[in-house]
């Protein structure tokens, strides 16, 4: 487990580099002399389909309710292996994540409604509460051993509860008017994935072309179609074929049988003993390791490295001009700020307090209180799933340039803020 959050931190952080490279690049292409061409380009609209089925969208749509769902897919699979496996296996380890996220979802969602309330801008109140777990853990990045591996383990913990709850607010507060028939398809055919699970299926073909009408079937619904990725995801099974020491057994018996038939090293096409051995290793391999941890490993670094850079060249591209002053006072842009960058920090920071003071959680060992509270304040950095709701809330309105201003000055500053807070070494607890 300790090695496979190591690999997962390395990519996300890697990502998060990454991630900052586009943003800048969208920002600079859409206040540049391209600005029209960056704007056209992403409004071009994409027809798939045959005949009378066809789907027609911009390509901006595209990025946002396609590729976001395989983002949503995965997220589904980090939730459902933590939930069986990880951090938040057990109701005492999940304690203290899941209480800090709730703080970071409550808090900044009352900060901004104390600033749109009766409005209509209230509507934005779900920007502020999510947290980017590739920006946070970039940022965590670059502070190396200055902190402990617990407190990457519980930000990236916090960030996933924290991604639950905000596809949750998507599916319950962001939907425009659905369609019941349409929504009666998709549970039909979510049911029919079950039923594979149930039935020990495990090739990821049949949950794909099943997904895939899933996904259809959601965005005729009403509901935003990126749901469709986390119910996939809850449907690959999670148990494997043979245990461990089945696999290492076995495997010594297929190794001991090579080494009988390698007479010398080499590298020409294997004999016809040599690649049955091979392959009834790689059989092994595939009935001790789960599908759901085998699709995660596989779709993993195609999120991190080409999904969320994707989505930020066509979403952060934001035109800042003579008026940026008057967008940073706006209600939306304040909401969004302090939400981020106050909110967060006090919620995360205060509801992990009263989970540990009542003794309903533990701090983990090694892991400071100032430690935490820099950790609250990364939390802040919220980009991804912030432009995400945002563009849920506020559609093609003008609101969304400033809900996209808020964001990302909200992210820059908490990002300060909580290198301040943990470049300061460790501190007593």
Not at 121 to 148: H, K, Q, S, Y
Not at 394 to 416: E, H, N, P, Q, R
Request: contains cysteine.
């Amino acid at each position: 487990m300790l090695r496979a959050f190591q690999e997962f931190f390395r990519l996300e952080a890697a990502g998060g580099i990454l991630l900052l490279v586009c943003m800048a690049t969208a920002l600079g292409l859409a206040n540049s002399p391209w600005a029209e061409s960056y704007s056209a380009f992403w409004h071009t609209t994409i027809t798939i389909g045959v005949g009378k089925w066809i789907i027609a969208k911009d390509l901006v749509h595209w990025v946002n309710d396609g590729l976001m769902a395989v983002f949503f897919f995965v997220i589904g699979l980090e939730i459902k292996r933590e939930v069986l496996v990880g951090e938040l296996a057990s109701p005492r380890q999940a304690a203290l994540p899941a209480a800090a996220a709730l703080g970071g979802m409550v808090v900044p969602a009352s900060i901004f409604l104390a600033f749109n309330l009766g409005g209509p801008t209230a509507n934005g109140w779900g920007i502020p509460m999510a947290t980017d777990i590739a920006f946070a853990l970039g940022v965590l990045a670059l502070l190396g051993d200055r902190v402990p591996l617990s407190l990457k383990v519980f930000l990236a913990a916090l960030a996933i509860v924290d991604d639950l709850g905000a596809v949750l607010v998507i599916a319950l507060f962001y939907t425009a008017e659905v369609s019941w028939h349409m929504l009666a398809a998709a549970a039909a055919i979510f049911g029919a994935m079950v039923v594979l699970n149930l039935a020990g299926v495990r090739r990821p073909a049949f949950y794909g072309v099943l997904g895939a009408l899933l996904w259809v079937a959601f965005l005729q619904s009403g509901v935003h179609p990126t749901i469709a990725g986390i119910l996939a995801a809850l449907t690959i099974p999670a148990t494997a074929r043979i245990n461990t020491g089945v696999f290492r057994a076995k495997s010594r018996e297929i190794l001991d049988r090579l080494e009988t038939v390698d007479v010398e090293p080499n590298i020409h096409p294997l004999t016809g003993e040599q690649q049955e051995a091979v392959y009834g290793l790689a059989s092994l391999v595939e009935q001790v390791e789960t599908p759901l941890q085998r699709l995660e490993h596989a779709l993993h670094p195609w999120v991190i490295f080409f999904i969320m850079p994707i989505f930020a060249l066509a979403n952060a591209g934001v035109t800042i001009g003579s008026d940026l002053g008057d967008a940073l006072v706006h209600p939306v842009s304040i909401g969004v700020i302090l939400g981020l960058v106050v909110g967060k920090l006090v919620g995360v920071t205060g509801f992990a307090w009263l989970a540990v003071t009542s003794g309903i959680a533990t701090r983990p060992r090694g892991m400071t209180w100032r430690q935490l509270i820099g950790a609250a304040a990364l939390a802040g950095i919220g980009f991804t799933m912030s432009l995400f709701i945002a563009d849920q809330a506020f559609g093609t309105s003008y609101l969304l340039d400033y809900a996209k201003i808020g964001v990302l000055v909200a992210s820059l500053v908490a990002g300060v803020v909580g290198v301040v807070i943990l470049a300061g070494g460790k501190a007593r607890s």
